[in-house]
């Protein structure tokens, strides 16, 4: 048995803990120990069904009271779990079954199993000659033990979040878990006697799958977990459960705070809820912005909220889940640095004077990690040089499964890179400024997306989180940058040119540059990821 299997089934017959569900109509609580027993009969199931140690299995389900133990029955079989991407109310259906089919067909997947509310998918699957399960028929099946799984075994095929066309899934080990795992727990000074987490999280995405529902099992913690379209029909359900379930713990990408942000200001009223329980906000899974931060901050003070909370944090699928995040109680540390020395001599030089920037410090590496910054020939930079962000230890994936095969992620010396660009302060806190990808080369000056879409998301009309900057010509001398904005008023010629005029003159006095184009688009248009992340080269079809 590894590491990880045999500390999650002895938690689950130690713990008094376990995970509630059905919020905000149907609440049920199952403790761990309950979990696990309805997790020996799937198992049965699956191994009925002919699956076998090494084997691939796919899910596709909406209720985290069914997953739970579908994820443990597969692990007790000896085979790997792969959580497929959930369509939504504005996922291309059409499109959504073409990638998902392709991931299926890539992990080589013994079976998918299939539950509510996706059952109108199964005769698809079946007719494309996949064996298809259901979790009531997993069920009706006698308890059996569980199968022996080495540390080297992959546990999960998570996803990424750019899963499309061509996907790839990254490898995580059962030694993966376990090493981040520990570190986190350790990290964020959990107790499980007393911590409970609440998390809405999408289990197809690493935070919510591993850091929100694998981690939490492993350790038997009492979890209160919603689904992303509980949150999104209702963003105050959030701190409804913090308060009914005095949540110690929760995270969230930066987007869904700022959100949470401005219900509470514009919907409740002071003394409504109490978020005073709540000791740790985990911020991550896209960039943190310190103005949504102290706004949320700001907007949760009437209702108990404790600034030192919020804990910015830098992970991601490669690592397992996380790479670094604040010290517990520390808060947001904002690193305000010289804007143009860091646009032009990649420096991070910190001043409060002139045009600056403000970047949130997202902690030191967790214990089995290590980070170095390293220039465009791999040469090792000093301590405040803005250049790639490479990781390496226990927690990172050995590669990707693909269309074409493994790929390994790590080079000859273990480093993985991952593809951020950042730098480290003299503490060694993590600092990062955007994706290699998506930075705008304009005169020699780095620009940063998120930025230009922080100037254009200060425009009346605009929707929050709803603009994109995407790079036009890249890598060529002409190289420019083009705005996409999501607004109620798309069709109203007066006000989305008002818009346009606005979005360009916030982004000409945030970065120093012109847009080429401003594009105002009806709700929904701006592509993203499943998780909510914005997918810019995508969007480039939208501003050309």
């Not at 930066?254 to 002071?270: D, E, G, I, V």
């Not at 990690?369 to 226990?394: F, Y």
């Not at 003299?426 to 080369?441: H, L, M, P, Q, S």
Request: a negative charge; aromatic letters at 6%.
């Amino acid at each position: 048995m590894s590491r990880f299997t045999d500390t999650m089934y002895a938690s689950a017959m130690t713990s008094r803990k376990g995970m509630v569900t059905g919020e905000p109509t149907a609440p049920i609580r199952h403790t761990w120990r309950e979990v696990h027993q309805r997790a020996r009969r799937l198992s049965g199931g699956l191994a009925s069904s002919g699956v076998r140690p090494g084997d691939a299995v796919a899910v596709l389900a909406g209720a985290p009271v069914e997953i739970a133990p579908v994820a443990q029955a597969i692990w007790m079989r000896g085979a790997s779990l792969t959580m497929l991407h959930q369509p939504t109310p504005r996922t291309d259906l059409q499109r959504w079954a073409a990638e998902t089919t392709a991931v299926i067909s890539m992990i080589g997947a013994k079976a998918v199993v299939v539950s509510d509310p996706f059952m109108p998918i199964a005769p698809v699957l079946t007719e494309l000659g996949m064996q298809v399960l259901t979790v009531e028929q997993l069920f009706d099946n006698e308890p059996i033990e569980p199968a022996c799984a080495a540390e080297d075994d992959i546990a999960l095929l998570q996803l990424t979040s750019g899963s499309t066309g061509s996907p790839k899934a990254v490898q995580i080990t059962h030694r993966n878990i376990v090493s981040n795992a520990e570190a986190m727990f350790a990290g964020a000074e959990v107790d499980p006697d007393r911590d409970v987490i609440v998390c809405w999280l999408p289990l197809f995405h690493d935070m919510g799958m591993t850091g929100f529902l694998t981690v939490p099992m492993y350790f038997g913690v009492e979890l209160v977990k919603a689904t992303p379209m509980d949150f999104i029909r209702d963003t105050l359900l959030w701190a409804r459960l913090i308060d009914k379930y005095r949540g110690t713990m929760t995270a969230a990408p930066n987007f869904a705070y700022n959100m949470f942000a401005k219900r509470l200001r514009r919907q409740a009223t002071p003394g409504q809820f109490d978020l005073s329980s709540l000791r740790w906000a985990l911020s991550g899974a896209e960039q943190v912005e310190p103005g949504d931060v102290e706004e949320f901050i700001a907007a949760g003070k009437p209702f108990g909220l404790r600034p030192e909370a919020v804990v910015p944090a830098y992970g991601m699928a490669e690592t397992t889940v996380a790479v670094s995040f604040s010290k517990c109680g520390a808060g947001l540390s904002v690193d305000e640095v010289d804007a143009d020395l860091l646009a032009v001599l990649h420096r991070a030089v910190p001043t409060t004077k002139g045009k600056t920037r403000r970047l949130a410090t997202l902690g030191q590496v967790l214990d089995g990690l290590q980070a170095r910054i390293v220039d465009e020939d791999c040469a090792l930079l000093p301590t405040r040089g803005v250049g790639v962000i490479q990781v390496r230890g226990e927690p990172v994936t050995p590669g990707y499964t693909t269309v074409a095969g493994f790929v390994a992620a790590q080079d000859d010396q273990g480093w993985y890179d991952t593809g951020d660009l950042g730098y480290l302060t003299e503490t060694g806190d993590v600092v990062v400024c955007g994706r290699v990808k998506d930075v705008i080369i304009m005169a020699g000056r780095n620009i940063y997306p998120t930025d230009i879409e922080r100037a254009a998301a200060r425009v009346v009309g605009v929707r929050p989180g709803c603009a994109v900057a995407v790079r036009i010509d890249a890598g060529h001398s002409r190289e420019s940058f083009a705005i996409a904005v999501e607004s109620s008023s798309w069709q109203d010629r007066t006000d989305a040119r008002r818009i346009e005029r606005e979005v360009i003159h916030e982004v000409f006095a945030e970065v120093d540059a012109r847009p080429r184009n401003v594009v105002v688009l009806e709700p929904g248009m701006i592509p993203k990821t499943p998780s909510g992340k914005l997918r810019r080269t995508h969007a480039l079809a939208l501003v050309t």
